[in-house]
């Protein structure tokens, strides 16, 4: 048994979530197969949105299979950093946006 | 990026005998992984078997203005093998007899060869359906001498086909060298100026994309329009198509892999994206290589392997159609790359 929680050797095992449950392992893979079709976005611009979340969402599974995807795709490491940095900007926003909050129980408490 | 070939740096790699040794040791005599004769023996492919010969393939030689880090012949400016007059004759005798409908002309850069335009002008007058020289672009403008090619390619009805990794200059840079990507710009203008890759023009332009690093080629079709998009936009540049070909772990990509420690997860890689359909359609069955010195391959990555076709008939001097169609192809674990995923061949993806 490995002493790490992530083993990257793992990443290739996905598919075999569908062993112990085949019905809802299928469901999931063929949604996720159909979202990552060419459509209203192409399946470049969903590598890049997926290669953001993969980070806001910390899976280093993720990031491991949507890196390799990128570039498989021909995307540019400057192209692959400004995802990141969309992810990182809506994750700091998403905290900052929330001192609103803490400043509406300060104006209402604290006379 | 290194300047001179495996070959000169004393590279064990550069050693045929190596490479063949690394592709059938470690993680596929363990068992780790299946090699490539086991796993088309599932498919009931196996020997695999030539079907009728469509595209005879020349290389001119090893001799190249750019070394590449990816390049599968180690080509390079100090790499001086190049076919003399005496076998291009030879090629030219079998050029009329053949039944193939390609004459596909490769190097390092085969322009390089002094007898090259000789040799063209003489294949052009087979009547060969297509007939294509391999460009690495950069020749082009390498030196005066050099200019006017896209004229000599356009009164032979030559069908460029030029490698270009990406249409950036940082990513096309890395692999190729520095100035290579603006140089290939500068030739890629000068071959649309005489009219090859427009728009409805028969002066065909192909552009050949290989990955640039330890990662197998995403979809052809998606790459070639971004290519095309971008190519056009920031320099207004037209071609035809996009090939896309799978790097094939031999020579300098070899030594890349396991320098970088990417050799068993490549490998891997290209075991896993195993298509069985695409085995049927793979270069190999329908291509002869042929090398600067006259011998004959199923092709090109086997004849940088040195592993010579399975036939009494070795040598173009001896070339018999017949006895070829008569062999098994070789093979070994390097084939793997010509079969993941869409598979890969000279002419793009088969499956």
């Known amino acids: ?111 | 990026m290194a300047t001179k070939s495996l070959k000169a740096r004393n590279n064990d790699i550069a050693n045929t005998q190596r490479q063949l040794e690394i592709l059938s040791n470690g993680i596929f005599a363990n068992g780790e992984l299946p090699t490539f004769a086991t796993k088309i023996k599932e498919t009931n492919q196996f020997p695999l078997r030539p079907k009728k010969l469509e595209i005879l393939q020349i290389n001119l030689g090893y001799m190249c203005n750019q070394v590449c880090d990816h390049c599968h012949v180690d080509a390079g400016p100090d790499r001086k093998e190049i076919m003399t007059i005496e076998t291009m004759n030879q090629c030219l005798e079998v050029i009329k007899k053949t039944g193939a409908h390609t004459l596909d002309l490769t190097g390092g850069a085969p322009e390089m060869n002094p007898n090259f335009r000789w040799f063209v002008e003489e294949a052009s007058k087979a009547g060969i359906k297509d007939f294509i020289v391999r460009s690495n672009l950069t020749i082009i403008k390498a030196n005066k001498k050099y200019h006017d090619l896209p004229d000599f390619f356009k009164k032979h009805g030559v069908h460029v086909v030029s490698s270009l990794p990406h249409y950036t200059k940082g990513k096309t840079d890395k692999q190729r060298g520095d100035g290579v990507f603006d140089k290939s710009i500068e030739a890629l203008k000068s071959l649309n100026e005489v009219g090859y890759g427009m728009p409805n023009s028969d002066l065909k332009l192909d552009l050949v994309y290989n990955p640039s690093g330890a990662f197998l080629p995403g979809n052809q079709q998606a790459l070639e329009q971004d290519f095309k998009k971008a190519l056009k936009a920031d320099f207004d540049i037209n071609f035809h198509n996009l090939f896309a070909i799978t790097n094939l772990p031999i020579s300098r990509f070899l030594d890349y892999l396991i320098a970088s420690e990417n050799y068993e997860d490549y490998m891997t890689a290209l075991v896993d994206a195993f298509n069985p359909s695409a085995v049927a359609n793979v270069m190999c069955t329908n291509t002869i290589s042929v090398s600067w010195d006259g011998f004959l391959y199923d092709c090109d990555f086997n004849q940088m392997l040195n592993l010579k076709v399975a036939s009494k008939v070795q040598h173009i001097s001896a070339y018999n159609e017949e006895l070829l169609q008569n062999r098994n192809i070789v093979i070994n674990q390097h084939c793997f790359g010509c079969t993941a995923g869409a598979g890969s061949s000279c002419q793009g993806v088969v499956a």
């Open chain 1, 1 to 111: 048994m490995s002493k790490n929680y992530y083993d990257a050797a793992d990443l290739r095992k996905f598919g075999k979530i569908i062993e112990w449950n085949e019905e809802l392992g299928t469901k999931f893979f063929d949604y996720y197969g159909k979202v990552f079709e060419d459509g209203a976005l192409s399946a470049r611009e969903k590598s890049l949105i997926a290669l953001a979340v993969a980070h806001t969402e910390q899976c280093p599974y993720c990031i491991d299979a949507y890196t390799k995807d990128s570039l498989q795709k021909g995307i540019t490491k400057e192209e692959m950093m400004e995802a990141v940095h969309v992810g990182a900007a809506i994750k700091s926003g998403a905290t900052l946006v929330h001192g609103v909050q803490m400043m509406n129980i300060v104006n209402k408490l604290d006379s």
